[in-house]
């Protein structure tokens, strides 16, 4: 039987099917599927986890938006975002425009590491190591200059006056590099800083007959507006970069002084400008005039390195930036450093806004001589006396370091509502533990009193400091009722004394110097 089957596989092989000749080459070979392409809204490709990597394979240059639907500002943007894409459709093919909503797309957003909304990169070649930032671009064309920047020649070669006219009258701002050679690390510098600044148009010449029109006689940056020079910046090899042009450059897409409101915040951020001076005081004063005078003299000797803001106490809707600054009306004229990176505060020393005591100041300050300024209330006189104790930054330090006991703190803003719903709780956890020598419940306007030890995080925010040597202080995450702040309390001491029983004298190395530094710092304000 085995045999049988053995000649009749082949049989039935040859009579069974069509010969050959007759099967068509779509019966022979099974079509593949076509992929789909990756659907788009206003000519921006909608991409996600799934269609990422097939969008870097197939786009030579693709600028993505990582955004939150929610959110205004990213609204905004979007539509800025898709005219660009609309504009360079059919005049850069090469380059396209992607976004992504990260609510629905974590693990991208973790990957690429994005912290704001709404963020933009720019991807090259298919590769997703190391995207390029586009910050700071907020308008359709902006976004058309920068990506062309990024995809071409980043200024423009100048060879005649009439053509160098042509660029400085063609906006509000232009910048020029006059250059005695057009290879040299300066060059360098000054194209990489044009693909960062897509606001304004960038030329760049060396046609002697164009350096002698304008009247430069070294290598020189300069900035134009409304057609006249406004600043020029000599470029020596070695001695600028990329970053310190393109502060000084974007500073001019704002005024010497810029006064603070809904419209000029976002614009004031934009600029990579990390120490703000800030002056608050009323426009509508007797003194604004002369004191606005002297504030813009210092601000034209320190363009670049301090941006000026001008801060109006008149208006209402800018009590939120009073607040941050712990400005009291009885402080006005009030002058204050702020550095955006360290979020470390400056006052100003003297009292009168003269133009002297700008400059000093503002020098002290780059200097690294100007002195930390830290706010704290008075003591109030019954500060102990409740069940809950209040603590200002003159007596934080010595009360939270004694180490004979343990203290837990709320630190809370007035004007929060949420702050307002707890603080009955937090005054029952202080009746609670009232008669507890070893137990202090405490708490802190984190708004009106700077305390050096503690990372700021969102109000309320909770913060336990157990007794004895060697105890770090720990963040509250539990939830805010009585039961759970007195349970984690609790656990905490009962941590502490077991681990006192294993290593009775664990600790006792502690250096606490720094500590008595800051203690000292805080008395003396």
Known sequence: MKTH????????????????DSISPNERKPKKAKLLKIKKENNVLLLKKSNFDRALRETK????????????????????????????????????????????????????????FPTVKFFVDGSREDP???KGVRQASAFITWVKRRTGPSAVLINSTDQAETIINA???????FFKELHSDSVEVFCETARDVPEMP?????????????????NTLVVFKKGKPVHNEVLEDGRQNKLD????????????????????????????VENHILLFTPTNSET?????????????EFRGKIMFVLVDTNEPRNGRVFEYFRIREVDVPAVRILNLTSEAMYKMPADEVTLENLKEFCQSYLNGKAKLHLSSEEIPEDWDKMPVKVLVGKNFNRIVFDKTRTVFVMFYAPWSYDCKKLLPIWDELGKRYECRTDIIIAKTDITANDILSIGLARYPFFRLFPAGPGYQEVAYAGEHTLEAFSE?????????????EKDPLGGIKEDLSQKETVITEKEEL
């Open 61 to 116: 240059y693709l600028l993505v938006e990582f955004y939150v639907s929610l959110f205004q500002s990213s609204q905004n943007l979007s539509e800025e975002f898709a005219e660009a894409a609309q504009q360079l459709k059919t005049e850069a093919p090469r380059i396209q425009f992607g976004k992504i909503d990260v609510t629905y797309q974590p693990d991208l957003r973790k990957e690429f590491n994005i912290q704001e």
């Open 488 to 500: 984690f309390l609790e656990e905490q001491s009962k941590t502490k004394a077991e681990a006192e």
């Open 132 to 134: 390029i930032d586009c």
């Open 245 to 272: 042009l393109t502060r000084l450059i974007k500073t001019f897409t704002l005024d010497l002084v810029t006064e603070y409101n809904l419209e000029t915040s976002v614009k004031i951020f934009d600029v990579p």
């Open 202 to 218: 960038f030329g760049m010449t060396a046609s002697e007959d164009v350096w002698a029109n304008y009247s430069i006689q070294k």
């Open 171 to 177: 906006d509000d701002l232009a910048v020029i590099g």
């Open 288 to 300: 604004v005039s002369e004191i606005s005078e002297n504030y813009k003299s210092a601000a034209a």
């Open 5 to 20: 089957q053995f000649f009749l596989l082949p049989l039935l092989f040859l009579t069974g099917l069509p010969a050959a």
